[in-house]
């Protein structure tokens, strides 16, 4: 039987055995925290094409009820303290929005709207969505106008769990003719 006479180096082994075991805790400790991490990042990432989703849902239901002229369509998008700022008019808030696009598609013609988003940012519960548009209308018996401009639209995460937009922003870049003109 072999026996240890030097009690040094019974206390080294120990050492260098506890040193081990921390080593593989602190291991074993990173590879949980990587896990949660990564765990975090994949409900982020689902979230987050969630909420890309919703907002891609709204722009379609916008631009389907512009294009099928109804106003209440539209309004059903917004937030209830949901507001439009149009150029030249003050803002107009939600309980006036489907009276303002109603006012328009009732001075008559064909009304057709599309957009084209560049850019939508999504943080926590607000999305902020940037691009163009060109809205048209064709007139009995005229030709074809064509307004184009850029639009910025802030949608929120609801209680509900659904999204709506909160603000909705649009200026001209060829502005409408004059009315008779």
């Excluded at 209440?72 to 030249?88: E, K, T």
């Excluded at 060109?134 to 929120?156: N, P």
Aim: hydrophobic residues 45%.
């Amino acid at each position: 039987m072999y026996r240890v006479r030097a009690p040094w180096l019974m206390l080294a082994a120990a050492v260098l055995l506890t040193g081990c075991a921390q080593e593989e805790a602190a291991t074993a400790d990173q590879a949980q925290v990587a896990e949660k991490a990564k765990q975090t990042a994949e409900k982020k990432m689902e979230y987050m094409k969630g909420a890309e989703k919703a907002v891609d849902e709204i722009e379609a239901a916008f631009v389907a009820a512009y294009n099928a002229e109804d106003g209440a369509g539209i309004a059903v998008l917004f937030a209830s303290d949901g507001m439009i700022a149009p150029p030249g008019l003050v803002s107009i808030e939600q309980p006036a929005i489907a009276a303002y696009y109603n006012a328009q598609f009732e001075s008559g013609g064909d009304f057709t709207l599309e957009v084209e988003r560049e850019e939508l940012v999504v943080s926590g519960k607000t999305s902020v969505a940037w691009g163009g548009y060109a809205a048209s209308v064709l007139m009995e018996g005229a030709e074809t106008v064509v307004t184009t401009g850029r639009y910025g639209v802030v949608s929120r995460l609801q209680k509900d769990g659904s999204w709506k937009i909160y603000r909705h922003l649009f200026n001209y870049i060829t502005p409408p003719p004059p009315p008779g003109g």
